[in-house]
């Protein structure tokens, strides 16, 4: 308790501290704004009706990471996901197209060329992104679409102009909560895009708090009070809610582990003599993380597979009898996906740590510093030596996202939970969520030692 208190004993951090939660509070209240002529009360039935089904598992996960709302169409629909596509484009390209690398490597001024260039690309993504999704709404269901616009906006100029105003605020809505992350990093405290995601995360736990304990009328359900559970599969029994509840609580102790887990390599710095004095010549260790993608690798296998279930919903709408064959292969509970999702992951781990984690590179820093691994020569013997460790710690770090994101598709199946209740104990949601939290606690531990307070993680 008094380390809490004295965060509040230092004037910047708690100014810092007070302008992240309102910019956060800002944020919660666009999430609640929804898009002007949409018939909110169809869209919340057509949700439920779709929530156990593949398209509302898939309009559920894009909004959990990417901070938006698309089950209730509100103005920040789209939440910060075109942003992040932007980000993710230009870091990949810049590890191969020689003028953005160039930019890359000017430090400071070149990284601000290269944010500027992103926010550019995020308003036609965030555009063709909000056309797909307005068109979705409000076509008729003839047509493939939701049929969620109000009558009398469904033809002729109201129509088009309705949909190009929807449009509009959307990409509006997306760069507005660009603009409140850039301002929690320049006047705040942690990363702000990420705060974003993960405040959009955690509120939805009240959510799947009611749906995992109470009834359709706000009471508790009598089958958590029983063993067993009711008639009903949703209604689960004492025995397993004490089982999600140790599940949750080991799961979050191994996502932590593992994120700050460490593989250290020992170093030695050379000897530097001086006049009659000897410099150098200090052990250290190069600490390489064992989960060295982070969250990534989850983010792009999801992103990626869940293309084929929209395009397959697709064309069941539009009557190809063999779509829905497909959709089932496709289901997120089924073992052919699960198989995919692995293998894809593993895929993205390396591909992510061959573009961020350059050996070489690093043995030539390395080298240039006066610092040697024992029994390795500096340069292309180090180089090789960085590479196979980390292709060994990439395995490790591959097996244990692996395990975590297909968590919630086990507990969902295997013990007869809701979908949104079991995304909590594991997957995205959950990775996000530690590690920004993980990040947080630095930042403030950072500002305590500063100022020689003891730190939140200190004993």
């Not at 033809?155 to 959307?170: C, H, N």
């Not at 909590?424 to 030692?449: P, R």
């Amino acid at each position: 308790m008094n380390k809490l208190i004295s965060i509040f004993k230092i004037p910047e951090l708690t100014r810092k501290i007070v302008v992240t939660l309102v910019l956060l509070s800002v944020y919660r209240i666009g999430y609640y704004i929804p898009v002007p002529f949409v018939n909110q009360a169809e869209m919340q039935k057509k949700m439920e009706n779709q929530q156990q089904g593949a398209l509302g598992q898939v309009l559920g996960f894009v909004s959990m990471f990417s901070g938006g709302n698309l089950t209730q169409a509100s103005i920040i629909a789209l939440g910060i996901m075109p942003y992040i596509s932007s980000s993710i484009i230009f870091q990949l390209l810049a590890s191969f197209y020689p003028p953005l690398e160039k930019l890359q490597k000017e430090g400071e001024s070149g990284r601000k060329k290269i944010n500027e260039y992103t926010r550019y690309a995020t308003v036609p993504i965030c555009m063709v992104q909000a056309v797909f999704v307005v068109r979705n709404l409000v076509q008729s269901s003839s047509g493939d679409g939701m049929g969620l616009a109000m009558p009398g906006f469904t033809e002729g100029w109201v129509y088009y102009f309705y949909a190009a105003s929807a449009v509009l605020t959307m990409t509006a809505g997306t760069m507005f909560l660009m603009w409140l992350g850039e301002q929690i990093d320049e006047y705040g405290i942690g990363n702000g895009i990420s705060l974003i995601i993960m405040a959009g995360i955690v509120g939805r736990i009240p959510a799947a708090t009611r749906t995992l304990l109470l009834d359709g009328k706000g009471s508790l359900k009598e089958s958590l009070f029983t063993l067993g559970g009711g008639s009903s599969a949703a209604d689960i029994g004492f025995e397993k809610l004490l089982v999600l509840f140790f599940l949750f609580i080991g799961v979050v102790i191994a996502v932590i582990a593992m994120t700050k887990a460490q593989r250290r390599i020992p170093m030695q710095s050379a000897k530097h003599v001086r006049g009659r004095r000897v410099y150098g010549g200090t052990r250290n260790y190069l600490p390489i993380k064992l989960n060295q993608a982070n969250v990534m690798p989850v983010i792009f296998a999801s992103s990626l597979l869940m293309l084929p279930t929209i395009l397959f919903q697709l064309l069941r709408n539009a009557g190809i009898s063999w779509a829905s064959t497909a959709l089932d292969i496709f289901n997120r509970q089924g073992w052919f996906y699960l198989v995919l999702y692995i293998g894809m992951i593993y895929f993205f781990c390396y591909f992510w740590v061959a573009i961020t984690f350059n050996p070489k590179e690093m043995a030539n820093n390395l080298k240039d510093h006066g610092s040697f691994i024992p029994g390795y020569r500096p340069g292309k013997s180090t180089a090789d030596y960085l590479e196979k460790v980390m292709m060994r710690v990439t395995y490790v770090g591959a097996a244990f996202l692996a395990v975590v994101a297909i968590i919630p598709n086990l507990v969902s199946t295997e013990m007869n939970v809701d979908f949104t209740v079991a995304s909590f104990y594991g997957g995205t949601g959950l990775l996000i969520v530690i590690s920004v939290a993980l990040d947080l606690v630095q930042k403030i531990n950072s500002h305590l030692v500063m100022r020689n307070y003891p730190g939140l993680t200190e004993d």
